[in-house]
């Protein structure tokens, strides 16, 4: 069965740097989410979009942007790049019709390493 | 706030023993419970989940988790224990109105052969 796809799973940035993570829900999926975790840290909650509408706001910093195209795939943006900013970002999808009961499909993460 | 509560850093079992690791809630309304399983640098992994009817609900690589309203307690627990199943284990909430799900502090299963 297809999963969610995220790319890329390695990124080495400088301070100040930019950064752009993808995001490839499952097929059919409507609803796409973004975790970061942290070195020994429980996913927190950055940001949802639903049907290509942000649907939910977490703890995502200003320096973060995020988008979700017609196809469905999500990009987060991370630009002026700090070294606290290192971490596994997740992305996660859920299919339609589930609404509050349905659990969320995570990908295999990519792992942003700040220099 | 509404949230999960996971009180052990760390839950250390023998292989072949039964396995219990702990989660409490604090929600309004209905609860909607997950547990996940996290392997070293991998994704999360969905185990099971608790929306209503039976207080036990059966999942995964043969995970089971208690749900008890009254003690506030969505347990996971599973009969014999491998040493496969050492791996983190997060149990989530999904807050009223908000279809994210909040993770409690994580909790390390080792099981020692």
């Known amino acids: 069965a297809a999963g969610v796809i995220q790319s890329p799973r390695h990124l080495i940035k400088e301070k100040r740097e930019t950064a752009t993570l993808k995001c490839y829900p499952i097929p059919r999926h409507d609803t796409v989410y973004w975790y970061q975790q942290g070195p020994g840290q429980d996913p927190q909650f950055l940001i949802s979009?639903?049907?290509?509408?942000?649907?939910d706001k977490g703890s995502i910093p200003d320096r973060f942007s995020a988008q979700q195209f017609s196809d469905y795939h999500s990009e987060l943006n991370m630009s002026s790049l700090e070294l606290g900013d290192s971490a596994l970002y997740f992305c996660a999808s859920s299919p339609p019709g589930t609404g509050n009961t349905g659990e969320l499909f995570f990908g295999e993460g990519s792992r942003l390493t700040v220099l | 706030a509404q949230s999960v509560a996971q009180p052990e850093d760390q839950v250390n079992v023998a292989e072949g023993n039964p396995l219990t690791v702990k989660c409490t809630y604090s929600?309004?309304?209905?609860?909607?419970l997950f547990w996940y399983v996290q392997y070293p640098n991998r994704g999360l992994q969905f185990l099971l989940k608790?929306?209503?009817?039976?207080?036990l609900v059966k999942g995964s690589y043969g995970f089971e988790a208690e749900f008890n309203k009254s003690q506030t307690s969505f347990h996971l627990k599973k009969p014999s224990a491998l040493v496969s199943d050492s791996a983190l284990y997060f149990c989530a909430v999904r807050r009223t109105g908000r279809r994210a799900l909040t993770f409690g502090s994580g909790t390390r299963l080792q099981v020692q052969p």
């Open positions: 929600v309004s309304g209905n609860p909607y």
């Open positions: 608790y929306i209503t009817g039976d207080n």
């Open positions: 979009f639903y049907e290509k509408m942000q649907s």
